[in-house]
Antibody, heavy 126, light 109 residues
């Protein structure tokens, strides 16, 4: 069964750091882009970051640039999100998701998040 | 940066009716980059539609997507109580970066 499981959430003080992990199973992890998406309490979904199959390409939303780093270890089937300088507004459920990038023709690709973990909760508060 | 605006914010319909959910983009992009998700309370989002109109594996044919350019639609026909959820559109027009709309809450009376 294809699965993603996030770990590492918790309570952290403003300005602190936390590292989230996501362990993949049931598919060839190294063949897929991966993403982090978060959801603040009672709010909508917010894309956080993507990384290419080899970890060489990393992209993130402006609000976390310079503070969050996405990385992966394909040997361990694991995706990470290193978070630093945390703020109250980073409080959210953080989801790990598999990003499919599939040719849609000769010039374009389909992009979509087809497998999601259950999420891990990060609370930034003093 | 492409901004997605979903409407209406909340939709309340009865079983058997048809729901029409809208997603409008601040600038045009190719339809292969538009995705729809369903999220029920306490659950992770679930992929419904990719490429604006392609149903994901296991999604009933009551769910259909259409649109192009800046205007996209998710239609749910023959509503069932289990369709109560929040529905999000997502764009990859800035691929590989992306963004979500703010969501439409669908209530089945």
């Amino acid at each position: 069964e294809v699965q993603l499981a996030e770990f590492g959430g918790g309570l952290v003080q403003p300005g602190g750091s936390l590292r989230l992990s996501c362990v993949a199973s049931g598919f060839t992890f190294s063949s897929h882009w991966m993403s982090w998406v978060r959801q603040a309490p009672g709010k909508g979904l917010e894309w956080v970051a993507n990384t290419k199959q080899d970890g060489g390409g990393k992209y993130s939303v402006d609000s976390v640039k310079g503070r969050f780093t996405i990385s992966r270890d394909n040997a361990k089937n694991s995706l990470y999100l290193q978070m630093s300088s945390l703020r109250a507004e980073d409080t959210a459920v953080y989801y790990c998701a598999r990003l499919q990038v599939v040719p849609a023709g000769t010039a374009y690709n389909y992009y979509y998040l087809d497998v999601w973990g259950k999420g891990t909760t990060v609370t930034v508060s003093s | 940066e492409i901004v997605l605006t979903q409407s209406p914010g909340t939709l309340s319909l009865s079983p058997g009716e048809r729901a029409t959910l809208y997603c409008r983009a601040s600038q045009s992009f190719y339809s292969s980059y538009l995705v729809w998700y369903q999220q029920k309370p306490g659950q992770a989002p679930r992929l419904l539609i990719y490429g604006a109109s392609n149903r994901a594996t296991g999604i009933p044919d009551r769910f259909s997507g259409s649109g192009s350019g800046t205007d996209f639609i998710l239609t749910i026909s023959r509503l069932e109580p289990e369709d109560s959820a929040v529905y999000y559109c997502q764009q990859f027009g800035d691929s590989p970066m992306c963004s979500f709309g703010q969501g439409t809450k669908l209530e089945i009376k």
